[in-house]
Nanobody, 122 residues
C-alpha cells in the first residue's frame, strides 16, 4: 500500500514563508511526476507546482518566483518552499505523485496525500 504523508503546514503571516514536505512510503517500483495542489474553501483544486523525476519544474503563474518545488529521489520526498505568502493562498495543500507499483508492465497510478492546512493571516 503506497502512502503519501505531508507535513509542514501551519499559520503564517502575510509575507512569511513555509516549507512543505511529502514523503512516499510503501511498496512501489518507481515514482514519476510529483506535485503540489491546493484547494481553498469553495474553490476547485488547482495545481501549484510539479516536478519530473529528472527535475524539470512547472509552476502556476500566480506562484512563479515565490515558490520553489524540489525533490529528493533517494528519499522519495518532494518539497515546496513557499515565500512571500499571500492571504489568498490560504488553502489545504495536497501532495500528488504518479507511481508505478510493479516492475512488469507500465501501469501508473495517481496518489494523493491527506492534505495539510496552510493559513496565511495576520
Amino acid at each position: 500500500q503506497v502512502q503519501l504523508v505531508e507535513s509542514g503546514g501551519g499559520l503564517v503571516q502575510p509575507g512569511g514563508s513555509l516549507r512543505l514536505s511529502c514523503g512516499a512510503s510503501g511498496r512501489f517500483f518507481r515514482i514519476y511526476d510529483m506535485g503540489w495542489y491546493r484547494q481553498a474553501p469553495g474553490k476547485q483544486r488547482e495545481l501549484v507546482a510539479s516536478i519530473t523525476a529528472g527535475g524539470t519544474t512547472n509552476y502556476a503563474d500566480s506562484v512563479q518566483g515565490r515558490f520553489t518545488i524540489s525533490r529528493d529521489n533517494a528519499k522519495n520526498t518532494v518539497y515546496l518552499q513557499m515565500d512571500r505568502l499571500k492571504h489568498e493562498e490560504t488553502a489545504v495543500y495536497y501532495c500528488n505523485a504518479v507511481i508505478r507499483e510493479d516492475a512488469g508492465g507500465d501501469t501508473r497510478w495517481d496518489y494523493w496525500g491527506q492534505g495539510t492546512q496552510v493559513t496565511v493571516s495576520s
